[in-house]
């Protein structure tokens, strides 16, 4: 199983960026598929999640309004639309794979529910 994050860079505040992460190994369409992000010195925290199908998603606050999470199945891929950047959003950005079913919100933004992981990709937001 590999799922490859790629996107992340340098953008300036106020500034998008899209990420994706290819899936293969993986039955892809079966899977919820989340991001997480973590930031140097803090623990890894819940960003974004959508379903099978992506009729459903999940945002963490902070987020909300700000990124948009999407999936193509054809493509094995998903995806995460930055906008309006902020310092704060700079991090380590991980994509993961979860076999289970579409479940609560705690439940989808929780670490321990996903079964596969990527590498992770660097953004980085200058002020």
């Known amino acids: 199983v590999q799922l490859q994050a790629s996107g992340g860079g340098l953008v300036q505040a106020g500034g998008s960026l899209r990420l994706s992460c290819a899936a293969s190994g993986i039955t892809f369409k079966n899977y919820v598929m989340g991001w997480f992000r973590q930031a140097p010195g803090k623990e890894r925290e819940f960003v974004a999640a959508i379903s099978w199908s992506g009729s459903r998603t999940y945002y963490a606050d902070s987020v909300k309004g700000l990124f948009t999470i999407s999936r193509d199945n054809a493509k094995n891929t998903v995806y995460l639309q930055m906008n309006s950047a902020k310092p704060e959003d700079t991090a380590v950005y991980y994509c993961?794979?979860?076999?289970?079913?579409?479940?609560?919100?705690?439940?989808?933004?929780?670490?321990?529910?996903?079964?596969?992981w990527g590498q992770g990709t660097l953004v980085t937001v200058s002020s």
């Open positions: 993961a794979a979860d076999r289970g079913t579409w479940g609560t919100r705690p439940q989808v933004s929780s670490l321990y529910a996903y079964d596969y």
